[in-house]
């Protein structure tokens, strides 16, 4: 009678479900795994397996996640690290303010107490303050806070700075990215059409030149959305905030380019090594790593005392 009901109650199971309990029934006692024809050996071998496979899979579920928090916390330390550095360096030569406006003073020289490495280390800390905000906002939150290093991990290049990518992380996501800016440049040199950088050098002294290239780069104020957002996506900047965000974030940007050029400048761009020709490329969105390339674009660049936002803007589609 009991079999009987216990016949019954696997009708209704699934046969998965029934193949698992008769298994686990049977390597327990071995006058039922006689009774269902399963040797008793093979029960507990298969068991037995089965339990190291569901013990192996914990184990290396809690490791990954030891491994993630252990990154994450060193990802603190130096981001807390890069805070401090950014503060003495403010509290020793002031706050780093960016205009519009060249770094010179009435003898010629340059007035930015800043070197360029500083500056540099200045602002890319404020950036990545910046895109760890969303981060910061899910710890606050009850309960999801616990699982916020995991979302992070799983959306590192918009929820993760720099301090927080691997080797190899970092040099995927920044290749990803560069090849982003490119696919929105191409559509940019195709619009500028015959206008070439040797023509912009030799015109940009003459008043016909500069009236004409007023036409061809206009200001940002009067640029419609779309080719806003294309010009904000070769400068990595996000193409999703409203106009009016998206126009003061890519002036920002260029003026800080403007102020990184004239320090160049002055450190005399012909002195400097191989690795920071690389960096000079990749933040100007220029496809070669040439030495040349880093003289042309400060030769035009540097040729103003105020930032040429919209020329800065489509510059890079000039480097062909």
């Known amino acids: 009678m009991m079999w009987r009901r216990s016949t019954d109650v ?14 686990w029934s049977a390597s327990r006692d071995p006058m039922l795994s ?7 050996y093979s029960c507990r071998c298969m068991t037995v397996q089965s339990d190291n496979q569901q013990h192996g899979s914990m184990s290396d579920a809690l490791k990954k996640l030891g491994t993630m928090i252990k990154a994450f916390t060193l990802g603190t330390k130096n981001l807390y690290y890069d805070v401090k550095r950014m503060r003495q360096l403010q509290k020793t030569h002031g706050k780093l303010v960016i205009t519009n406006k060249a770094p010179l003073s009435e003898t010629g020289f340059t007035k930015c107490p800043f070197k360029l490495e500083e500056v540099q280390f200045i602002y890319q800390t404020k950036s990545d303050l910046i895109k760890m905000l969303p981060t910061v906002t899910l710890f606050m939150v009850p309960l999801v806070g616990y699982v916020a290093p995991v979302i992070a991990f799983m959306f590192p290049q918009h929820l993760l700075s720099r301090q927080f990518w691997t080797d190899d992380l970092k040099k995927g996501l920044e ?10 440049l191409t559509p940019l040199s195709l619009e500028l059409g015959n206008t070439s950088l040797p023509l912009l050098k030799q015109q940009l002294d003459s008043n016909e030149g500069v009236q004409k290239y007023a036409t061809t780069f206009p200001q940002l104020t009067s640029i419609e959305r779309s080719k806003l957002a294309t010009l904000s996506g070769v400068w990595g900047v996000s193409p999703l905030l409203p106009k009016f965000f998206l126009q003061k974030r890519l002036e920002q940007h260029l003026n800080y380019i403007f102020l990184c050029d004239w320090l160049l400048r002055h450190e005399n761009p012909a002195d400097i090594q191989e690795k920071e020709v690389s960096k000079f490329c990749i933040e100007r969105c220029l496809q070669g790593n040439r030495r040349e390339d880093v003289t042309n674009w400060i030769s035009v660049s540097t040729h103003y005392r105020e930032c040429p936002t919209s020329l800065l803007a489509h510059l890079p589609a000039l480097f062909k």
Do not use: C, D, N, W
Not at 10 to 23: G, K, N
Not at 34 to 39: E, M, Q, S, T, V
Not at 175 to 184: A, I, N, P, V, W
């Open 34 to 40: 006689k009774y269902l024809g399963i040797p008793y």
């Open 10 to 23: 696997y009708r209704f199971a699934s046969i998965r479900t029934v193949q698992h309990l008769q298994l």
């Open 175 to 184: 290749h990803k990215e560069f090849s982003t800016r490119m696919q929105h």
